[in-house]
C-alpha cells in the first residue's frame, strides 16, 4: 500500500479512513482466535514435499468422511478405501483369531486390532502386529519404521531419540520395507532413502494429533500394548 501524502482537501481524512479499512483483517468467525468450526471452512495440514495423501480429490479425514456422511461417495468408491475403514476385526462375529493383513506396507491406516500400541514416544526394538500400530495411527500418533538391513544402528540410535521425546510417536523395525525409513500417519506416508532427512522431524511436527487427520481426537496412546509380533 502506498503511503499517503499530507491531506491538502477536506476529502483527504476520508481517505485516509478508508485506506486503514482496507487493511484492516476481518474478524474471526470464531470469536476466539482459533479455526472456524464448520470442517469446510478450514484448510487441509499445509504439504510437505515428497509426502503420500491416501485421501485423493478429498486431501484429508475430516473432508472425506463429510463427504461420505452426505452421501456424496462411500468408502469403497475411494481410490483407497482404507482411509475410512475403523473396524475392531477382533470384535467382529466369526472372526478367525488372525490380525489383519494390509495391501500396503507398512499400513497407514484400515480396520484394525481393538487394542493400540502404546505410542507415547515409544521405541521397539522388533517388528510390531501391524493392526496394533494402525490403531495407534488412528488416534493421531505417526509411526516411523526402518528396514534393519538398510539402516545402520548409529541412524537407528538417532531416530530414536527424535520419538523419545514426543508423545503419540512409536518406532519399530520393519524388515523387508524395501526404504531405509517410512513414517505413516492416518492416510498419509512419507518415505526416504536418508535416515538423516530433515522431513522426518518435519513430518512429525506436522503430523503428530493433527486434527485434519486424526480419527479419534483425544484418544490415549497411553495403556495400549507393549508387546511386539515377537511376544
Not at 30 to 53: N, R
Request: hydrophobic share 35%.
Amino acid at each position: 500500500m502506498r503511503t499517503l501524502r499530507t491531506a491538502r482537501t477536506a476529502t483527504a481524512p476520508l481517505l485516509v479512513l478508508a485506506a486503514l479499512a482496507a487493511c484492516t483483517p476481518a474478524p474471526d468467525p470464531t470469536g476466539d482466535g482459533g479455526a472456524a468450526a464448520d470442517p469446510d471452512s478450514q484448510q487441509a495440514a499445509p504439504a510437505i514435499e515428497g509426502v503420500e495423501s491416501f485421501y485423493g480429490e478429498y486431501g484429508d479425514y475430516v473432508t472425506v468422511m463429510a463427504a461420505i456422511q452426505d452421501g456424496e461417495v462411500t468408502a469403497e468408491d475411494l481410490e483407497y478405501p482404507f482411509v475410512a475403514q475403523q473396524e475392531h476385526v477382533d470384535a467382529q462375529n466369526g472372526w478367525d483369531g488372525q490380525p489383519p493383513v494390509y495391501e500396503m506396507t507398512p499400513p497407514a491406516g484400515g480396520n484394525h486390532l481393538g487394542q493400540w500400541q502404546t505410542c507415547t514416544g515409544s521405541v521397539y526394538d522388533a517388528p510390531l502386529v501391524d493392526g496394533h500400530a494402525v490403531h495407534s495411527l488412528e488416534h493421531g500418533a505417526v509411526w516411523l519404521t526402518y528396514d534393519p538391513e538398510l539402516v545402520e544402528q548409529a541412524a537407528v540410535d538417532a531416530l530414536a531419540l527424535l520419538i523419545q521425546k514426543r508423545d503419540y510417536a512409536l518406532m519399530s523395525p520393519y524388515p523387508g520395507q524395501g526404504v531405509p525409513v517410512s513414517l505413516q500417519s492416518w492416510g498419509n506416508r512419507y518415505q526416504t532413502d536418508d535416515p538423516a532427512d530433515q522431513v522426518i522431524e518435519d513430518y512429525l511436527d506436522e503430523y503428530v494429533q493433527n486434527e485434519r487427520f486424526n480419527p479419534e481426537a483425544q484418544a490415549p496412546c497411553s495403556g495400549g500394548v507393549n508387546t511386539t509380533a515377537e511376544g
